[in-house]
């Protein structure tokens, strides 16, 4: 590659891609490209690098069918086509017009093509602005720790595909700057303009009313306590998970609350909440954590029916047994 070519962005996410261990070499890397200046700065910065990581690219484009995305995929096959890399379409039946139902299905579709192609990795164009973004979008909705943090850098999707975020270090003006300079042809979606979207509005007025009259750096700052928040959250979810084995007989639907109670409050939380799945077979909110946890010094014979299906946790000893309410 010419020197010419090789930007600090480049560096920067090469040095990123080795102290993370984000991508190993001659994985089979599909780059999730929405049209966005973005993604298309990530698939040109990967693109640049492959010759170093010897990776297998390929591009991938979920078209939700909605009349905002006419002309979308045709772009994004153009690159494609560019870039020399191959290019795969999912085209959604029918999705409503919600952040979370086109997130949803874009994740599935994104799996289905990779497990298609046999992709071990996918790869998103979420940059630090989109952390910061996601820290007050989860607050403003009442998320813990775990939602504040929820942007990491990689993730599992499945037991063989892993989601990976590799410019959360990048912020958008950066990604902007370098589709300028390398003239990629970025399609502006109108549908980022719609301020009935919560995202909008935190981007568009909410982060630069914070920028103004409170902190320049706002972004890099909320970014610096999702990484916070994050490493917490390992070493918080792995202290749970350790006393959960041990508080939880034989797999049995009871919990020792003597055991329970020697642990702070925040251990007592996670305990709950990673139990609780296991013998209600949903994701418990708040309210049923919380009064499970109020079970751990009460009385012999409390109980809670807070439960969803009707299950029932109640004081035996030194116990909180968990039976069905039917």
């Known amino acids: 590659m010419s020197q010419i070519y090789w930007t600090q962005l480049h560096s920067r996410l090469h040095q ?3 102290q993370r261990s984000l991508l190993p070499k001659k994985a089979r890397v599909l ?83 990779a497990e298609e192609k046999d992709f071990q990795y996918i790869v998103t164009g979420h940059t630090k602005s989109d952390r910061a973004e996601t820290l007050l979008y989860n607050l403003i909705r009442g998320a813990g720790a775990d939602g504040l943090a929820a942007l990491d850098w990689k993730r599992p999707l499945t037991k063989k595909i892993k989601l990976v975020r590799p410019i959360l270090n990048v912020y958008r003006r950066e990604t902007l700057e370098f589709c300028h300079q390398f003239d990629l042809p970025i399609w502006f979606d109108v549908v ?6 919560a995202r909008n509005r935190i981007r568009q007025n909410l982060i630069p009313y914070l920028q103004n009259n409170f902190n320049p750096q706002v972004e890099n700052s909320l970014a610096q306590t999702a990484e916070i928040l994050r490493a917490d959250v390992e070493y918080l979810e792995a202290t749970a998970q350790q006393l959960l084995q041990k508080v939880r007989v034989d797999k049995s639907d009871r919990l020792n609350r003597l055991e329970l109670s020697k642990s702070p409050l925040a251990i007592q939380r996670r305990v709950i909440r990673q139990f609780l799945p296991l013998v209600i077979s949903q994701q418990p909110n708040f309210e049923q954590i919380e009064a499970v946890v109020n079970l751990i010094p009460a009385p012999n014979k409390s109980r809670t029916s807070t439960l969803p299906g009707g299950a029932i946790a109640e004081v035996a000893g030194e116990w909180i047994m968990f039976t069905n309410g039917h």
């Open 31 to 113: 780059i999730a490209v929405s049209g966005g200046q973005d993604s298309l700065c990530l698939g040109k910065l990967l693109l640049d690098l492959r010759s170093k990581w010897d990776w297998q690219l390929a591009i991938a484009h979920c078209d939700h069918q909605w009349s905002t995305d006419m002309g979308i995929a045709a772009r994004v096959s153009e690159v494609a086509e560019t870039w020399q890399l191959p290019f795969f379409l999912k085209i959604a039946n029918v999705v409503r017009e919600t952040e979370a139902a086109a997130r949803k299905w874009r994740y599935q579709a994104l799996i289905e093509i």
């Open 192 to 197: 980022n303009e719609n301020h009935k979207y």
């Open 16 to 18: 990123t891609l080795r």
